[in-house]
């Protein structure tokens, strides 16, 4: 990311120009209006709509490359509240949007290592990788992620989920199996910028496992202005696509990469049992939402969430998908732990259908 991001910020975070400036580690600092912390607006303390008895929770953890660059405790407090609420809450998942790190450095990954044991054997933690987790110092000029490193295999009771990787012991292009009362749920982690080869290992995944109803999490996706990310149609115009990176230009030679819009049709939108697609990476507005049908009918929501402009990185936003009991439809809030909030604005929560019902 780039910090003119911070300039189109405004469109979600309040009037008037929005910049940021450094705290000692460099850390995102949002200023609003007058020189007041850029937080999201409105908040509540309490619980717009508490989950209804018997629901099922996925949580998203957006990019969180500022907390372990710089050590912050919103990491932390993420996990402490998902362990805590992993039972009330019935949350049977938590789905990371990659940008792990902000450079890719031992220290970093070591941070978020150390935070995640927090939760990791409470709940199912997915791992997704980024741009930032990738090249020297996160330069994402060629592939390279400590992933693997530090996380040889899933972290905590995700080993029970996992299912399959791509290649042995790298968890980076991983499929999990969560066993709920009447549906399996799938979720596949997808590389940054999946390549061609891991899309056609993906397409056989889905085809093995047909009758999962199915979570994609992949970093660049879904652009702020909620449409995906699509470098034939729009090129530099939307910014960050995977294609205005050194590293797709290498890769274009010999296993050519896969912006949103690719991935739609070469992915997603061919099985039948995908129904919701998520991802990070990008600034401006931090969120965007997209509902398609796939092939066969089935409604697959696509949603984007980046909260990394936000003052101190973040402060500590994640996203919760609440499947209602009967399996037809599915409410998204998004909370901080941190700071005891949820955001109220229309594009931090939101109902959507699910189509066919999962069960």
């Avoid at 789905?95 to 941070?111: K, Q, S, V």
């Avoid at 935070?115 to 060629?142: C, S, Y």
């Avoid at 295999?153 to 080993?159: E, H, I, T």
């Avoid at 402009?309 to 009967?326: M, V």
Wanted: proline share 6%; net charge negative; hydrophobic share 40%.
């Amino acid at each position: 990311m780039t910090w003119r991001a911070a300039l189109v910020a405004a469109s979600l975070f309040g009037p008037g120009l929005v910049q940021a400036h450094a705290l000692n580690c460099a850390a995102p600092h949002g200023l609003g209006p007058g020189g007041a912390p850029l937080e999201l607006s409105p908040t509540s303390r309490t619980e717009p709509a508490p989950p209804v008895a018997g629901s099922t929770t996925i949580a998203m953890l957006p990019d969180i490359q500022y907390y372990s660059k710089c050590a912050l405790p919103e990491l932390g407090a993420q996990m402490s509240w998902l362990a805590a609420q992993a039972v009330s809450r019935n949350i049977r998942a938590a789905l990371f949007m990659g940008d792990l790190t902000e450079h890719n450095t031992a220290p970093e990954w070591r941070f978020v290592q150390s935070q995640v044991e927090n939760a990791e054997w409470q709940l199912p933690l997915v791992l997704a990788t980024g741009n930032h987790d990738h090249g020297h110092n996160g330069n994402a000029h060629k592939r390279g992620t400590q992933l693997t490193r530090f996380f040889p295999d899933a972290p905590g009771v995700a080993q029970a989920a996992l299912v399959e990787t791509r290649f042995p012991r790298d968890i980076e292009n991983a499929y999990y199996e969560i066993v709920l009362p009447h549906v399996t749920l799938g979720v596949l982690a997808l590389e940054w910028a999946p390549r061609t080869s891991t899309v056609a290992w993906a397409n056989d995944v889905l085809s093995r496992h047909a009758d999962d109803r199915v979570v994609i999490v992949t970093h660049a996706y879904l652009y702020d202005d909620s449409t995906r990310y699509d470098w034939r149609a729009r090129g530099a115009s939307q910014h960050w696509n995977p294609y205005s990176f050194t590293m797709s230009r290498v890769e274009a030679r010999r296993d050519p990469e896969n912006d949103g819009e690719m991935l739609w049709n070469s992915l997603a939108r061919r099985h039948a049992g995908v129904f919701l697609v998520l991802s990070g990476h990008v600034g401006g507005a931090g969120a965007g939402q997209l509902a398609s049908r796939g092939d066969a009918g089935n409604l697959v929501e696509q949603v984007m969430a980046n909260f990394q402009l936000l003052d101190a990185g973040g402060l500590g936003y994640l996203r919760l998908f609440e499947i209602e009991p009967d399996g037809r439809s599915m409410r998204m809030e998004t909370y901080s732990p941190s700071l005891g909030l949820f955001a109220t604005g229309d594009v931090q929560r939101g109902e959507f259908a699910i189509e066919p019902a999962l069960w």
